[in-house]
């Protein structure tokens, strides 16, 4: 069926979808008041009313390349022609999965080696939580299927993943909660009470200490962590990732790195935790792997792990998804890899996210409206105090951050936020002075309010 938009509005497009079609985070008046997108081109989205928006979030962090990005759509034809799909059960494989494994082990931590894919994040935090509590058991230690996660992270709402997210409105519908999730307050509580970089790292790595005490070591299977957390581009203080490392080995906790959204350059590096010298014992990733143009994510667990599990007790390992493996999404995440080493994207990424930054606190470091501007390399995100707020503290009911989004909406600039927080998170290839008219936007949007 071919697609015909020419004839129709952004108003009529909405209308139209708004009678069939439920949407992630769904409100009708959200839904009826946005954009039908119709077409890409590099750092834009085209709407049905052929006005073009600077997507300052790369779709949902996970565009990296841009849109209609040629390479990708070659690799995508190319593999689509010779072969569409195969199972990827044991027994069952195709060539692109096989080289895609083999780049990862290349690019990963040095002693994760084995992969397992999936279709996008959520399936990869569930699949992590279910090779953490597996190899426990294979360890002789059924008890020990606890996991401990951060107040503020996300981690996707498949209902483990929902589970370990550390954002409460996301729980109410769908209470009660798998049992057996523990969370603790976030790492930044300790550096925005104004406390120096190294205690801040040191209180925070001890609520989790005090955390993996107090549920019983032996009963804790897992502590999962974003290096920056997408939920605000909270950055850990500096020392935190080298003490929860010594903590998890200590008590014989796993540690997963949750990098959906910082793996694959979006920190500046192509896994975040190498900034910090650390290896976890599982990694996942989805989103920039294939720059979004088909959903595939991942994890990648440690050598002592898949040794562990493979051939336990010589019986299948009991997890699987029709799509893991997809020849197409691996053909597509081989052509994204091959150009973000060829163009050093996560090189650039780090320079072009210093620049945003930097750009963004010349510009608002002294707005009254704005209380904190942070992040890493393109995640970065803006605290705004509301109408009416007191002080430089990061107000809640979400006014400001409504506002700003509307004035950016208004100036050609679509991103996201929550509450009174704006995320910006551009593509790896968006140009120079594009980069400075994201600025330019969402500063002149903030001093609107």
């Not at 990862?104 to 002693?111: D, F, I, T």
């Not at 667990?301 to 599990?309: E, F, T």
Request: aromatic share 8%; net charge negative.
């Amino acid at each position: 069926m071919t697609v015909h938009v020419d004839a129709a509005s952004n108003a009529d497009l909405m209308a139209r979808d708004s009678r069939h079609l439920i949407h992630s985070l769904h409100t009708s008046r959200g839904n009826m008041a946005g954009n039908s997108w119709v077409r890409g081109e590099g750092s834009y989205l085209i709407d049905g009313d052929g006005k073009r928006y600077l997507d300052a979030m790369s779709g949902l962090w996970n565009v990296t390349l841009g849109h209609g990005r040629r390479e990708l759509i070659e690799a995508s034809h190319r593999q689509m022609s010779e072969l569409a799909y195969c199972s990827g059960y044991s027994g069952n494989s195709n060539l692109p999965a096989t080289m895609l494994a083999e780049k990862l082990a290349a690019l990963a931590y040095p002693s994760i080696n084995r992969f397992f894919l999936t279709s996008g994040g959520g399936e990869s935090t569930d699949t992590t939580i279910k090779f953490a509590r597996a190899y426990w058991k294979a360890k002789g230690r059924p008890d020990k299927i606890k996991v401990i996660s951060f107040m503020g992270g996300y981690h996707g709402t498949t209902l483990a993943a929902m589970c370990a997210t550390g954002m409460p409105a996301y729980w109410p519908p769908f209470e009660p909660r798998m049992p057996g999730f523990v969370h603790i307050p976030l790492h930044h509580s300790h550096r925005a009470k104004g406390r120096p970089e190294e205690e801040a790292a040191r209180m925070a790595a001890e609520d989790l200490e005090q955390a993996i005490i107090e549920q019983g070591a032996d009963s804790v299977a897992l502590f999962i962590a974003e290096p920056v957390l997408g939920g605000g581009a909270y950055v850990a203080p500096d020392g935190y990732f080298q003490r929860v490392r010594e903590i998890c080995d200590r008590h014989d906790v796993l540690f997963a790195a949750d990098e959906v959204i910082t793996g694959f350059g979006r920190t500046g590096e192509m896994f975040a935790l190498r900034r910090w010298g650390v290896e976890p014992d599982i990694v996942q990733f989805a989103k920039g792997i294939t720059s979004g143009y088909f959903p595939l994510g991942g994890v990648g667990v440690s050598d002592a792990i898949a040794d562990a599990l493979v051939d336990f007790e010589d019986k299948p390992f009991m997890h699987c998804y029709t799509y893991s493996g997809h020849p197409v999404g691996c053909a597509i995440a081989l052509a994204t890899i091959d150009v973000l080493e060829r163009e050093k994207l996560p090189e650039r990424t780090g320079r072009l996210g210093s620049r945003l930054k930097s750009r963004l606190e010349a510009d608002l470091g002294q707005n009254p409206h704005v209380a904190e501007i942070r992040g890493l390399g393109l995640i970065l995100a803006i605290d705004l105090v509301a109408e009416g707020g007191e002080g430089r503290s990061p107000a809640s009911s979400g006014m400001a951050g409504a506002k700003a989004l509307q004035a950016c909406r208004e100036r050609g600039l679509i991103t996201r936020g929550r509450g009174d927080t704006i995320y910006l998170g551009p593509p790896f290839t968006i140009e120079e002075d594009e980069l400075d008219r994201l600025a330019d936007i969402v500063s002149g949007a903030v001093k609107t309010l």
